[in-house]
């Protein structure tokens, strides 16, 4: 059974910094491809980045481009993301995923976290 936990989340003003966190078990992170997205109020899950195994490849969707960063820690099992200057529209609450490949896990992971709410006040 594959699981995600993420934590990190939290209230932040805009123009400010979090890192997300997303522990997994050692054979779920040496195995497959992760990546992050995000869901706001009213609407649709969208992906924000990804990374793949080896950690040699990363995604991103283009609003997130030099504000996020992904990446992922293989001693502690851990990926993370780092989102700087926030904004309010960032509000959303943050997903982990997991899948075989970086093209998978952009599109249809195939595991999820539970998620991890993001609030940047103005």
């Known amino acids: 059974q594959v699981q995600l936990v993420e934590s990190g989340g939290g209230l932040v003003q805009a123009g400010g910094s979090l890192r997300l966190s997303c522990a997994a078990s050692r054979r779920t992170f040496s195995s497959n491809a992760m990546g992050w997205f995000r869901q706001a109020p009213g609407k649709e899950r969208e992906f924000v980045a990804a990374i793949s195994w080896s950690g040699m490849t990363t995604n991103y969707a283009d609003s997130m481009k030099g504000r996020f960063t992904v990446s992922r820690d293989i001693a502690k099992n851990t990926l993370y993301l780092q989102m700087n200057s926030l904004r309010p529209e960032d509000t959303a609450v943050y997903y982990c995923?997991?899948?075989?490949?970086?093209?998978?896990?952009?599109?249809?992971?195939?595991?999820w976290g539970q998620g991890t709410q993001v609030t940047v006040s103005s």
């Open positions: 995923a997991a899948s075989k490949t970086i093209q998978e896990v952009t599109n249809t992971p195939q595991y």
